[in-house]
């Protein structure tokens, strides 16, 4: 397993914090995420997985937090097959995702 630790570059949110958990065998992963600020109905966060072989990071899906709390647990399984899961990144996106990356990164592993 691959543990991540992901810190915000969100100025308003510093202390935004996530953990992606990887699972290389089976090309799954947890992420759970706290003190992320709520999104508009128009706006999702969407997570991407950094693999040196290709050329844009791979998309890991949508979620949403929790609006009270900022919090979410979401299972994700990548959309291309991962052989290594260098870094994890999560971004503002429109609703329902995009295929490459267009907003914002507002959290990053190191």
């Keep these: 397993l691959k543990i991540s630790s992901l810190v ?4 308003n949110s510093p202390e935004a914090r996530a953990i ?3 699972n290389p065998a089976s090309q799954e992963g947890v992420l ?3 003190k992320l600020p709520a999104l508009a109905a128009n706006q999702d966060y969407q997570l991407w997985v950094i693999d040196p072989q290709y050329p844009n990071p791979v998309d890991g899906g949508v979620f949403t937090v929790d609006p ?9 399984a990548p959309n291309q ?3 290594q899961a260098t870094t ?3 971004s ?7 295929p490459v990356a267009e907003g914002p990164m507002v959290l990053i592993s190191l």
């Design 81 to 83: 097959l991962v052989a």
């Design 8 to 11: 915000s570059l969100l100025g």
């Design 32 to 34: 759970t995420v706290s």
């Design 88 to 90: 994890f990144a999560i």
């Design 20 to 22: 992606a958990v990887w």
């Design 92 to 98: 503002l996106e429109r609703k329902g995702g995009v």
């Design 68 to 76: 009270a709390t900022g919090e979410a647990r979401y299972q994700f």
